[in-house]
T-cell receptor, first 112, second 114 residues
Framework: QQQVKQSPQSLIVQKGGIPIINCAYE??????FPWYQQFPGKGPALLIA?????SEKKEGRFTISFNKSAKQFSLHIMDSQPGDSATYFC???????????FGTGTRLTVIP | KAGVTQTPRYLIKTRGQQVTLSCSPI?????VSWYQQTPGQGLQFLFE???????NKGNFPGRFSGRQFSNSRSEMNVSTLELGDSALYLC?????????????FGPGTRLTVL
């Protein structure tokens, strides 16, 4: 059973648009929620991460919104660029554990 | 500082064979985790090692095993290969298995089972 559900599966936006990727989880023991970016032929790279004690975190053009009561979190990419075209994965883990439960991924395409 | 390195990058094996993959973590990192990535199942956790001890194990059959050496380098072994084992195997390292410690991924080993 998928512990973290991610949508949409794919997303196409124009340059400058704001793609939004959503994730939902069931396990309330999860307390660390990272987002990873993966380019073809590369391993995933950490973009930004959040803990449930804050509702929003921003790093550069990337923002995570977190809704603890709804058990949902989302990634917003401001002023998206063609170089942002990649697959994005949300993930979650329990305290003290490095075993991440990943979403199924969203393939983002930013059209120039 | 050099990133996580994995060898080999590509591997072709036949059913029934066994394979060993290697991972060298970032210098100073003592925790190593392994993941399997496939188009159908996505990224799935295999196991995690810290100080030469397996701390966590994912839901994979016993054919999948691993170990960690005193220098934090890690290997994973898959015995009696099946077609479904074809995947990208990713290694990730972190300083320690503390809460939410950042994991850095290597480029992966692409295993093809014929």
């Amino acid at each position: 059973q998928q512990q973290v559900k991610q949508s949409p599966q794919s997303l196409i936006v124009q340059k400058g648009g704001i793609p939004i990727i959503n994730c939902a989880y069931e396990n309330t023991a999860f307390d660390y929620f990272p987002w990873y970016q993966q380019f073809p032929g590369k391993g995933p790279a950490l973009l930004i991460a959040i803990r449930p004690d804050v509702s929003e975190k921003k790093e550069g053009r990337f923002t995570i919104s977190f809704n603890k009561s709804a058990k949902q979190f989302s990634l917003h990419i401001m002023d998206s660029q063609p170089g942002d075209s990649a697959t994005y994965f949300c993930a979650a883990s329990k305290g003290g554990a490095n075993n991440l439960f990943f979403g199924t991924g969203t393939r983002l395409t930013v059209i120039p | 500082k050099a990133g996580v390195t994995q060898t080999p990058r590509y591997l072709i094996k036949t059913r029934g064979q066994q394979v060993t993959l290697s991972c060298s973590p970032i210098s100073g990192h003592r925790s190593v985790s392994w993941y399997q990535q496939t188009p159908g199942q996505g990224l799935q956790f295999l196991f995690e090692y810290f100080s030469e001890t397996q701390r966590n194990k994912g839901n994979f059959p016993g054919r999948f095993s691993g170990r960690q050496f005193s220098n934090s380098r890690s290997e994973m072994n898959v015995s009696t290969l099946e077609l479904g084992d074809s995947a990208l195997y990713l290694c990730a390292s972190s300083l320690a298995p503390s809460e939410g410690d950042t994991q850095y991924f290597g480029p992966g080993t692409r295993l093809t089972v014929l």
